[in-house]
């Protein structure tokens, strides 16, 4: 009876971590929405290189700040296929989440993206410049600005700025933060014209 006892009250502690970490919100769920599959640029290879140029590192204005008082600086990335199959890939930082995003977008396309530098392989370069999350008069902000870059051995680089923000009403917990997140997310990503840069930088 005594071992039950004891079972059950380790269970109950269990089960009440679990509850305070729910509460806790450590990291932002991410839903990067794939676009449909393009066969434009198969066969080609790439080396992403990611650096992070933000001026202000903050996230969060100081309303949004509170709602993710706990957040870790880690985004849950899932990812959705165009016939709405959803693949959750990780817990990734800022730079990785763009570089991780970007990278299934290449692939989709047909392109290789290698894990080793080399001279022979066009680097991708991706530099952020901008993702803030705000929360002013009820609603849910997002701005984000980023830049790539596509050359091999720095010969003929070929670059574009893409930006945008999205707004939504705030309700009760952080789900419409994260879906506006999302979707200006998967909209920036999905406006990188891919196929002009190979065509810019002559690859």
């Known amino acids: 009876m005594r071992r039950k006892h004891i079972v059950m009250l380790v269970g109950l502690g ?19 929405q794939l676009p449909p599959a393009s066969e434009h640029i198969t066969g080609r290879r790439v080396y992403i290189e990611t650096q992070d140029m933000r001026a202000d590192t903050d996230i969060f204005n100081a309303a949004a700040k509170e709602k993710f008082q706990y957040f870790s600086g880690l985004f849950s990335l899932a990812v959705e296929a165009p016939d709405q199959q959803r693949f959750l890939l990780g817990a990734y930082p800022l730079p990785a989440l763009f570089e991780t995003a970007l990278k299934k977008r290449l692939e989709q396309m047909g392109i290789t993206v290698v894990d080793q530098k080399d001279e022979d392989v066009p680097r991708f370069q ?30 003929r680089v ?46």
Do not use: P
Not at 128 to 153: C, Y
């Open 14 to 32: 269990i089960l009440a971590l679990g509850m305070t970490a729910c509460m806790k919100k450590v990291y932002i769920n991410l839903t990067y």
């Open 126 to 155: 991706v530099k952020i410049n901008r993702f803030r999350i705000n929360l002013i008069d009820q609603k849910w902000q997002t701005d984000i600005d980023f830049e790539v870059s596509l050359s091999q051995n720095e010969k």
């Open 158 to 203: 070929a670059r574009e700025a893409v930006s945008g923000s999205g707004e939504r009403m705030k309700v009760i917990g952080s789900r419409d933060a994260e879906k506006v997140i999302s979707e200006i997310f998967s909209e920036m990503i999905n406006q990188l014209n891919i196929e002009r840069l190979f065509q810019q930088a002559n690859l």
